[in-house]
């Protein structure tokens, strides 16, 4: 890994796809319609890290036995967030971290389970739609973790 894919805190990560999925493929080496045809070539497309993780957090959210995402600290200061009417700041992402090299992502999510809930059967889930999501966009899921840092009892 070259410094540029290296995880750095202070700068955005993103992703570069290549405009054209066929590495033997040639651009065009004349003018004309072709070359209009052709504006595959003219380009990569980049996803920013927040992305993955903003399609990451829906697909946990989206699973039966999640209660929450984040730690408690998250969890903590979404609810001072709440008292204050900020009530959607920084839920797109919550819970849910990526590190992105070229089109290869790891992605960990940390949440909190409902009580009662099979520990492994909800966290299989969570990695299955986490993966299924995040590859739907065109990049590979290297490794995706799921840490359960809660239990919600039921009141």
Known sequence: ?????EFH???TQEMRLPAVAHAQAMPPQHGGAEVIEAAA???DTVFEREVVEKLAAAAARSVPGVAELGGDVARFFNTVLDKVGLDKVGDATRGVSARVDGTYVDITVVLCLRAGEVVSEVTSEVRTRVIEAVEKYGVHVNNCKVKVDDILMPE
């Open 1 to 5: 890994m070259n410094d540029e894919s």
């Open 41 to 43: 070539y003219r380009g």
């Open 9 to 11: 805190a202070d700068r």
